[in-house]
């Protein structure tokens, strides 16, 4: 790739991608795998409303917002996902859902990879593998053990301050500086210190 197409790869305007299992949707630790391939695990999922309330307002703010979602591979999880989507977020069209085989790099299967491009994301592998800037959802079962280094936003904050920092910093990447932020965890954005 020349230069000039990397520089060009940096301008375009970010996207923000979104696990759903423990970020969009409550996961149950406790759950067997017997359970989780159970016909109606997915689908039944309790959605993490100020999540998803958030994930509104980035698109109401005008974000490109897409799911990255595992699946396992049985006869309804990914089904049952997209069901899901169409139930608590219609607003993203199945073209901008992407469902990665359990256990594979999420990274890999990003059409069109972009410098700026973020992923929230609660594992912090999935974290580490991507080709960008990606930020940990701490979801009160994840609560992080020092092993995620980058940028956190906490379920328990109001749907509008997830929404801004998270906005913030693709606004950020944008800028070409966001292996940067990675870096620097303290940084104010728009008046919320993150």
């Known amino acids: 790739m020349s230069r000039l ?11 923000i991608f979104v696990d759903m299992d423990g970020v969009l949707a409550e996961w149950n630790a406790e759950a067997s795998l017997e359970q989780i391939h159970e016909k109606g695990y997915f689908l ?6 100020t999540v998803v309330d958030a ?34 977020l219609p607003e993203i069209k199945p073209d901008r859902q ?16 972009r410098a700026t491009d973020v992923l929230i994301d609660d594992y912090t592998e999935n974290l580490k593998d991507w080709h960008a800037v990606g930020v940990k959802l701490l979801n009160g079962l994840n609560w992080s053990n ?8 906490d379920f328990r904050s109001c749907a509008d301050a997830i929404a801004q920092t998270v906005i913030g910093i693709r606004t950020i990447c944008d800028m070409g500086l966001g292996k940067t932020i990675v870096r620097e965890r303290n940084i104010d954005i728009g008046g919320l210190e993150i």
């Open 44 to 49: 039944n999922r309790p959605p993490m409303e």
């Open 98 to 113: 992407v469902f990665v085989p359990y256990g594979e790099k999420k990274a890999d299967y990003i059409p069109d990879k």
């Open 55 to 88: 994930v509104k307002e980035m698109i109401r703010r005008g974000e490109e917002v897409w799911i990255l979602s595992a699946v396992l591979q049985n006869e309804h999880a990914m089904e049952e996902k997209k069901e899901w989507l169409s139930r608590y």
């Open 5 to 15: 197409s990397d520089i060009e790869k940096i301008r375009e305007k970010g996207r």
């Open 146 to 153: 020092g092993s995620w280094k980058g940028m956190v936003v």
